[in-house]
């Protein structure tokens, strides 16, 4: 069993930065990957970063050149830098690991942390 926390949301004017936390807790598995997945009002679940282990570093197109993923892997924690935020980035952001235990692959989703860009 793996336990996700997040953090790190909240209100922010347009152009501003916030930054995202994940940890992942538990014992037994390997992280295969680490992301950030976020839902606005009336819209579909979408993908924002992914980082797998060992693999190329994903970003959403509307996203590219703004946001930043980063892992601690040490502390089995993936970080999401949201910089130049703009009021289409208002969503409900979720972490996203897929972990290996025992051959087999599970997924978790954190919480979700409301960000919401507004003046």
């Known amino acids: 069993q793996v336990q996700l926390v997040e953090s790190g949301g909240g209100l922010v004017q347009p152009g501003g930065s916030l930054r995202l936390s994940c940890a992942a807790s538990?014992?037994?598995?390997?992280?295969?990957?680490m992301g950030w997945y976020r839902q606005a009002p009336g819209k579909q679940r979408e993908l924002v970063a992914v980082?797998?282990?060992?693999?190329?570093?994903n970003y959403a197109d509307s996203v590219k050149g703004r946001f930043t993923i980063s892992r601690d892997n040490a502390k089995n924690t993936v970080y999401l830098q949201m910089n130049s935020l703009k009021p289409e980035d208002t969503a409900v952001y979720y972490c996203?690991?897929?972990?290996?235990?025992?051959?087999?692959?599970?997924?978790?989703w954190g919480q979700g942390t409301q960000v919401t860009v507004s003046s």
């Open positions: 996203n690991v897929v972990v290996r235990s025992r051959w087999i692959n599970y997924e978790y």
């Open positions: 980082m797998p282990t060992g693999g190329s570093t």
């Open positions: 538990g014992s037994g598995f390997s992280i295969n990957a």
